[in-house]
């Protein structure tokens, strides 16, 4: 069975971050679902409009394989204040599953308090809203969290997600028709 992967979204997202997630791991034949936090339309930070496929309530987190929180202002702040999105993400983590969060997203992943002890990256602008440092670094793959610094690392952050779910192998087959550099 293919893994299946929640992908949130949140009023204010960052477009690029949350478009190429869901186009690179339905590449990689991931089953993909988009979640909302309310309306099942998101307004994003650039103005477009994104249809999701469910409400957050409407779905079983623990059956999931992995999250993945795109950034953006104030999407991440959006994500960040919500409990069942905290939830998620600790119920994620608990049981050892892939949580990724893409620029200033791992703020949520900092509330959750799942970046203790993780090498994470996060975009500068928020770096002051976060407990412990940042690598600085475009992706960073700790353990079962998954970490990118901004929309310019989107294709490597999906990359990311695609190699620890499915092998660098199907990364390679992915970019033989995507070309990016990584």
Known sequence: ???QILVFLADGLEEVEAITQIDILR???????????ADETVHGSHDIDIMADEKIDNVIIAEYDAIVLPGGMPGSTNLRGDERVINAVK?????DKLVAAICA??????????????????????????????????????????????PGAAIEFAYCIVEKLAGKEKVDEL???????I
Not at 91 to 95: E, G, I, L, P, Q
Not at 137 to 146: A, C, G, L
């Open 27 to 37: 590449r990689a034949d991931f089953e993909v679902t988009t979640i909302t936090l």
């Open 91 to 95: 119920k994620m983590d608990s049981k």
């Open 175 to 181: 970019n033989s028709g995507i070309f990016a550099k």
């Open 105 to 150: 997203a791992p703020m949520v992943l900092d509330r959750a308090g799942v970046l203790n002890g993780h090498k994470f990256t996060i975009h500068p602008s928020v770096e002051n809203k976060v407990k412990n440092d940042s690598s600085g670094e475009r992706t960073v793959i700790d353990d079962n969290i998954i970490t990118g610094i901004g």
């Open 1 to 3: 069975m293919s893994k």
